[in-house]
């Protein structure tokens, strides 16, 4: 069964780049990759979506490769308040076009 | 603008009690959802509603019911509660689609004893 993978945790510093890697396959045809950001006892919040290629807003990048079957969100210069749970969300063509979340990956950003 | 709202913010039940949780929305959006979310399990989305008069199943569906019942409120119903039921409970909305944009609201965290 298809399936929407992250990894667990990462630790950073801050200033540093970090980069977190949702694995997809059999994504929709034409519909988007987005990315969402949860502080803790908080609902996720937007932070970007993208189609194809490489979108860039001011808080993130998103990479997505021709073959559409990863998509990597980079968040540049971390800070301590980006230390978060990032979440991906993709619709899964093979099971069935569920909307499926990644299980999350704890960014822990240190000083 | 209040984005998307909860009621209540926490909730503790019996098993086999039933409740209502609420959720409305002041942007106008045509879709709303609602998700769970376990310790290790990410999100999973329950019930989802395209538009006002639609609803489909989500990933888990069973033990729920929901209502749209206008363009603003969405309700999920638990007729008998269970203790696998305990979590927290995330609604949202988008604009339009169901890879659209979500905001979300800031949850319901429910315990079933």
């Known amino acids: 069964l298809a399936k929407t993978t992250q990894p667990i945790s990462m630790d950073s510093y801050e200033g540093q780049e970090v980069n977190i890697t949702c694995s997809h396959n059999?994504?929709?045809?034409?519909?988007?990759i987005t990315w969402y950001q949860q502080f803790p006892s908080q609902g996720p919040r937007f932070i970007i979506q993208?189609?194809?290629t490489k979108v860039t807003n001011e808080v993130a990048s998103l990479f997505i490769p021709a073959d559409r079957k990863s998509s990597t969100l980079s968040l540049p210069r971390v800070s301590l308040s980006d230390t978060a749970v990032y979440y991906c969300?993709?619709?899964?063509?093979?099971?069935?076009?569920?909307?499926?979340f990644g299980g999350g990956t704890r960014v822990l950003v240190k000083p | 603008n209040a984005g998307v709202t909860q009621t209540p913010k926490f909730q503790v039940l019996k098993t086999g009690q039933s409740m209502t949780l609420q959720c409305a929305q002041d942007?106008?959006?045509?879709?709303m959802y609602w998700y769970r979310q376990d310790p290790g399990m990410g999100l999973r989305l329950i019930y989802y509603?395209?538009?006002?008069?639609?609803?489909d199943k989500g990933e888990v569906p069973n033990g729920y019911n929901v209502s749209r019942l206008n363009k603003r409120e969405f309700s999920l119903r638990l007729e008998s509660a269970a203790p696998s039921q305990t979590s927290v409970y995330f609604c949202?909305?988008?604009?339009?689609?169901?890879?659209?944009?979500?905001?979300f609201g800031p949850g319901t965290r429910l315990t079933v004893l």
């Open positions: 509603s395209a538009s006002e008069g639609t609803t």
């Open positions: 969300l993709v619709l899964l063509q093979a099971a069935g076009n569920k909307l499926t």
């Open positions: 942007m106008n959006h045509n879709s």
């Open positions: 993208g189609y194809k």
């Open positions: 059999n994504i929709a045809t034409n519909d988007y």
């Open positions: 949202a909305s988008s604009a339009s689609g169901i890879t659209d944009t979500q905001y």
